[in-house]
């Protein structure tokens, strides 16, 4: 494991997480195990290291005596395509120094890439149950060899409803194989699914119950805020003391969009993360947020799920989180790894019904959120925004002159001879008749058809005189 510890030396990790230093002793041995924490506590590694250790790369002295070289030796299985590239990315590094080729497989890209690499030779594939299994089923993914299969976030993929899926996939993998499953939470399903393909695995858990119900290192803040309103409070939030990185959630894809576009506007450096987006804008998007390219992100739940970002100083929840599970999950992403976080939650009038039950199941002091406007002494005093703050930090884009057009009333129109007559294509003159007609009804003189009728019996004309 020397190559392992030096690569991650090489980025400044130096000591383990208690999920980690609980984990390896077990799973470097190939024990089954059950590994209960939140995103963002090091869990990655915690089954990453294993895996990689206990993978056979081609630089190995003992890769040729492989029973089928350049077959994936571990499958990690994650709910969705932003999780899955965040592990790879995290696996990359780790075997930086082992030589593995590691290939991440998800939908919304072309085939082409991921099916020249399976082709190739790859050892580890981490990727989401969908691709994985449609690449399995067309017989370019060979999964008879994995002997490492790790379920990541695996009450996620409960929620997203890829339990059968994965059920699918266990069922391609050899039965005397190693299998990790990490879950923040533990429903019946999840505990029935590690029944039935698990081999006596080892509970861990790194955290009290408390603590993966709630992050002690996260000040937590509720508003009863009006929807109007929220666009200039989130704004004033966003210039509070000791802001870093933020992540507002939302319950809609639309509503994302739209409040990113609303802070853009107001020049905030602002990205939108939602199922709408194309997969390319939505790494796009995540990378930008890692690197510092923009300080803030505005997501969906089912976007977001799993991403595990450093700095994520502030989450603000601009729609009533759904259940205590979703705002549990939501907050979790501030507060990590001992540092300290802000998370701030907006309750419509509509909502409070919803928050009460939220309050109530997890303990919090706010069954009554307290009425903020954007000018609330408190809000300031709360969230330490400096006096005289205002919701924007550059001016609206101006209108020039010559594009301002004010409308003009119907009577302004007829006035000026501007009627729907007169609007004709390329400034074309009415007709010499129009003219005359107008002309006609102008000067008050009707100028009715003159008809004449003869009138019939049996087909033969009649005479008037009749």
């Known amino acids: 494991m020397p ?61 040729d005596e492989l029973v089928a070289p350049g077959k994936p030796q571990a499958l990690i299985v994650a709910p969705t395509r932003e999780l899955a590239i965040q592990v790879a990315g995290d696996l990359k590094v780790a075997s930086a120094k082992r030589g593995t080729r590691n290939l991440t497989i998800y939908g919304g890209v072309p085939y082409e890439g991921q099916l020249d690499a399976l082709k190739s030779g790859v050892d580890i594939v981490v990727g989401t149950p969908g691709r994985l299994l449609d690449l ?47 879950s923040a939470t533990m429903p019946s399903a999840i505990v029935g699914l590690a029944r039935k393909h698990m081999r006596h695995p080892m509970n861990i858990r790194a955290e009290s119950s ?88 505005v997501a969906t739940d089912v976007a977001a799920r799993g991403i595990d970002v450093a700095g994520v100083s502030h989450v603000i929840n601009y729609n009533c989180p759904e259940d ?10 501030t507060g990590r790894a001992g540092a300290s976080g802000i998370a701030v ?40 925004i400096p006096h005289g703050t205002k919701g924007r930090i550059v001016d609206p884009t101006p209108v020039a002159k010559e594009d301002r057009k004010p409308a003009q009333s119907r009577d302004s129109k007829s006035r000026d001879g501007q009627g729907r007559n007169s609007q004709r294509r390329g400034g074309e003159k009415p007709r010499a008749d129009a003219v005359r007609s107008d002309k006609g009804r102008s000067e008050g003189q009707s100028q009715p058809r003159q008809r004449n009728r003869s009138r019939t019996r049996s087909g033969s004309p009649v005479n008037k005189t009749e």
Do not use: C
């Open 345 to 384: 939650t907006f309750v419509d009038w509509a909502d409070l019904v919803r928050w009460k039950m939220i309050n109530q199941t997890l303990g919090l002091p706010f069954d009554e959120p307290q009425e903020t406007y954007s000018t609330s002494e408190h809000l300031y005093h709360d969230l330490g």
């Open 136 to 182: 399995a089923n067309r017989g370019a993914l060979d999964l008879s060899h994995v002997k490492s299969l790790v379920l990541d976030e695996a009450d996620e993929m409960l929620d997203l409803g890829f339990l059968p899926d994965v059920e699918s996939l266990l069922a391609k993998t050899p039965e005397l194989r190693q299998t990790m499953l990490f």
């Open 210 to 297: 408390e603590d993966t119900q709630m992050v002690p290192t996260t000040a937590q803040f509720v508003f009863q805020a009006h929807d109007m309103d929220k666009p200039e409070i989130v704004a004033r939030i966003l210039q509070a003391e000791d802001v870093g990185r933020v992540i507002i959630f939302t319950r809609t894809k639309r509503t994302a969009q739209r409040v990113a576009d609303d802070l853009k506007e107001r020049g905030f450096p602002t990205s939108p993360l939602h199922g709408d987006m194309a997969q390319v804008a939505r790494e796009k998007a995540l990378n930008r947020f890692r690197e510092g390219k923009i300080d803030i992100l």
């Open 3 to 63: 190559e392992i510890v030096d690569a991650l030396l090489d980025i400044g990790i130096e000591h383990a997480f208690p999920i980690q230093e609980m984990t390896l002793s077990v799973a470097l041995v190939g024990t089954d195990l059950i590994g209960q924490a939140r995103t963002g506590t090091g869990k990655t590694l915690a089954f990453g290291i294993p895996v990689i250790q206990r993978t056979v790369a081609p630089h190995d002295a003992d890769y």
């Open 324 to 333: 205590d599970k979703t705002y549990v999950h939501r907050i979790g992403r």
